[in-house]
């Protein structure tokens, strides 16, 4: 039994596939019409991040029901920075939004190993373009800190 699961996320491979679509069905007469065309086509790159979003929030239910995370990151941004982060997150766009740094394009990919309920992600972006490293476990509210903790 395989206990580990990916979580993928890439614009581009999705604008990719997309594009392959359109030459398949000749609905572009070249690769170039059907990468324009992909490009052009955000209700589907919608659709294909909602789907991520959903797989990503399913992660995060496993790894901790109540929505306290531990998230350590090494060779973070361009000056390449290492250290962790208590983050309490209610779905995976929260989680984003406040584990992530602020970008507009990035991509990641991640493996879940659902014995140890540990995520481990890689993510890339312009300040980071050979990735982040980052590790994500089950935290704990520490009401004397007031802070979430590594449980």
């Known amino acids: 039994m395989n206990s580990c699961q990916s979580l993928v996320w890439s614009e581009f491979d999705c604008i990719e596939a997309r594009a392959a679509e ?3 069905n000749s609905q572009a007469s070249s690769e170039k019409e059907a ?15 909602d789907d991520f979003l959903s797989e ?3 992660i995060l239910h496993k790894i901790s ?38 970008t507009s394009e990035w991509s990641l ?3 879940f190993d659902e ?17 982040e490293f980052y590790t994500v476990r089950q935290g704990k509210f520490c009401e004397e800190r007031g802070e979430v903790m590594a449980a």
């Open 115 to 131: 014995v140890q309920k540990i995520l481990t992600l890689t993510l890339s972006h312009h300040d980071a373009p050979t990735g």
């Open 109 to 111: 990919r991640g493996s």
């Open 22 to 24: 359109y030459l398949e």
């Open 56 to 58: 990503f929030d399913s």
């Open 65 to 102: 029901e109540s929505g306290f995370f531990f998230v350590e990151g090494r060779n973070m941004g361009w000056r390449h920075l290492s250290g962790y982060l208590g983050v309490s997150a209610g779905d995976a766009r929260s989680f984003i939004s406040k584990a992530f740094p602020k």
């Open 35 to 49: 990468f324009e065309m992909a490009c052009l086509d955000s209700d589907s790159l919608s659709f294909e991040y």
